[in-house]
């Protein structure tokens, strides 16, 4: 087996992946591993920007209080305190990194920035480059990762699971068991300290805003090993996903709301006046849950948002990406409405960490959306994300680094062969459409027993699926070799199954998760993390 020995293993080539890897650079040997092409993650498809307070007319306390309110009882405040006052810091890095965030002005005084507007937020603070923001952000992360020569960067290998070993009730990580996806091997990487920055999971649920690396493989590999995963019945469904048979769900940020499109029904009527104060700009999980309620009511298949009350001109220059991709497909967006649906988006619980992004096994780190710290509970902040992200990595680099010791062995042979006794010894071949088969399957059933309005019935059924995807997938990945899509499908199942269980686990309605049977949200008996480990 070929087996590479590293200081600090990146899984992911994220903004939470690329920030840690520069940050421990100067320190000692980097290996960044991404499953896809480099720049193939949420990351870049990011559209409304980072949120931060970079306006005097604004303040910290007001970020934290809509953040808190947003999450419904579940955000941990001091994470929240600490994420928030670091935001400025974090968005100066991102501009010595070269980022070109829209600005009028000095670009070197984060006031002459350009600040958008998002639902939740009382004040203009989401910093952004026009409607591309993620685009901007890993391209330049990308370019000083390639510029540094403590970093190799690894295309096309895909993490399977950790090295992990528990001795004396510690469990310890030392890297990772990495698929080739281009020769078809599984290699060692064996590494002093691990992060995990894989991203999000929307590819769960048949409609997604997430692209297709979205599989939930950092939770599912930190979950096998033994790590708490928190709060994964918050899925969050951002309400305006394209809704158009070649549109693929590609998202309409909600900056195009902060600047003043509303969402109307077919007979053009306005609707979200009947369901919160802060109409079209009322927080997500609001938002999303009004809509479903207006499809269901209606009939119809979308609901559609008018942007006829921004200038043509304005459009054009603040929403370009949005604006040439609908035009594509036959819309104008100075004039015609465009069709919209909620689609899966972003998962709020994820691997449980502290705010320096360390998992309860030794030497793992989790940051990005593929972790919980607390930041979101149970609803995220519109563009609280990406501020995490970063400013999490910041901090867990410089705990990686305080703790680094040089001296580990990696001489772990047993662990190395372990993966290979466990699974990979299997020869013949496996028919790929089984594969994808059962993906569908999965997607469909959690999209229609496990969305945005869940019942004990519903949530039932897809358990009695999901246990019989697991047991299919279980058999099939003893018996095959590894394939690309057979590892992403147990991971998507592994990723549902802790979603629905999370689900049933929670009796009362909270921010993202609504139950029909319990409907009320129960802050005697419910206000806390919902933690699942493999041996509970
Ligand atoms: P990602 O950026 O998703 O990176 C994950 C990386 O891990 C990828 O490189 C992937 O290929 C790799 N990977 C995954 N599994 C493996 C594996 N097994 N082995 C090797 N590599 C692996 N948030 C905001 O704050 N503001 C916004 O404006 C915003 N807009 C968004 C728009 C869209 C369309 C989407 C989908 C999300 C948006 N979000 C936004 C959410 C935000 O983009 C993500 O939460 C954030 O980018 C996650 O960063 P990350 O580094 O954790 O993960
Ligand atoms: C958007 O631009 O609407 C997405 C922002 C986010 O998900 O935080």
């Known amino acids: 087996m070929i087996r590479h020995e590293i200081d600090f293993l990146v899984v992911g080539s994220g903004i939470a992946g690329l920030s840690f890897a520069l940050r421990v650079a100067s320190k000692g040997k980097v290996a960044v591993i991404t499953k896809k092409k480099d720049s193939e993650s949420n990351t870049n498809y990011a559209q409304g920007g980072i949120a931060s307070v970079i306006k005097s007319e604004d303040s910290f306390e007001k970020h934290i209080n809509d953040t808190l309110q947003a999450g419904r009882g579940l955000c941990h405040d001091d994470v929240v305190r600490v994420i928030v006052e670091h935001g400025p810091d974090a968005i100066r890095k991102l501009i010595d990194l070269g980022v070109a965030f829209s600005h009028t002005g000095d670009r070197s005084s984060l006031e002459n920035l350009d600040a958008g507007q998002e639902g939740g937020h009382s004040a203009k603070r989401v910093v952004h480059a026009a409607d591309y923001t993620g685009r901007e952000v890993e391209t330049r992360l990308l370019a000083a990762i390639k510029a540094s020569p403590n970093i190799t960067l690894y295309e096309d290998h895909l993490a399977v699971e950790l090295i992990v070993d528990s001795a004396a009730g510690k469990t310890n990580c030392y890297g990772c068991h990495v698929f080739d996806a281009i020769s078809g091997e599984i290699k060692a990487f064996a590494a002093r300290v691990t992060l995990l920055a894989t991203g999000g999971l929307g590819q769960v649920y048949v409609h997604t805003t997430n692209p297709s690396i979205a599989t939930g493989d950092g939770v599912a590999m930190a979950y096998r090993a033994g790590a708490s995963i928190a709060n994964m019945e918050f899925m969050q469904f951002h309400p305006t996903a394209l809704y158009h048979p070649e549109g693929d769900y590609f998202l309409?940020?909600?900056?195009?709301?902060?600047?003043?499109?509303?969402?109307?029904?077919?007979?053009?009527?306005?609707?979200?006046?009947n369901y919160h104060e802060q109409k079209d700009l009322a927080p997500r999980d609001v938002v999303a849950k009004a809509i479903d309620r207006e499809l269901k009511l209606s009939g119809d298949p979308c609901v559609y948002l008018d942007l006829t009350p921004i200038k043509s001109d304005y459009i054009m220059r603040r929403f370009p990406n949005i604006y040439n991709r609908l035009l594509g497909l036959g819309i104008d967006i100075t004039r015609d409405p465009i069709p919209v649906v909620p689609a899966a988006h972003y998962m709020c619980g994820g691997i449980r960490t502290d705010v320096r992004g360390k998992t309860d096994i030794g030497r793992l780190y989790a940051v990005g959306e593929?972790?919980?710290?607390?930041?979101?509970?149970a609803n995220r902040l519109a563009s609280n994300s990406l501020l995490e992200a970063v400013v999490v990595a910041e901090f867990a680099a410089e705990s990686a680094l305080d703790t680094f010791d040089s001296t580990i062995s990696l001489g772990i042979p047993k662990l190395l062969e372990k993966y290979m006794e466990d699974s990979g010894n299997s020869v013949g071949e496996h028919e790929e459409v089984l594969i994808s088969h059962s993906k569908s399957e999965l997607r469909r059933h959690m999209w229609h027993y496990v969305g945005v309005v869940r019942s004990n019935e519903r949530l039932n059924r897809a358990?009695?699926?999901?246990?019989?995807?697991?047991e299919e997938t279980e058999d099939f990945h003893h018996r095959y070799p590894p394939s690309?899509?057979?590892?992403?499908?147990?991971?998507?199942?592994t990723a549902a199954q802790l979603i629905v269980r999370s689900a049933m686990l929670r009796k009362e309605s909270r921010g993202l998760h609504y139950n029909v049977d319990y409907p009320e949200t129960d802050?005697?008996?419910w206000r806390y993390d919902t933690i699942l480990r493999k041996d509970d």
């Open 252 to 273: 309409i940020s909600e900056a195009v709301r902060g600047e003043g499109a509303r969402l109307k029904l077919k007979s053009g009527e306005t609707f979200m006046e």
């Open 484 to 493: 690309f899509g057979a590892i992403e499908l147990r991971n998507l199942v």
């Open 463 to 470: 358990w009695k699926r999901l246990e019989i995807l697991t």
């Open 523 to 525: 802050d005697i008996n």
């Open 370 to 377: 593929t972790a919980c710290t607390g930041m979101h509970g």
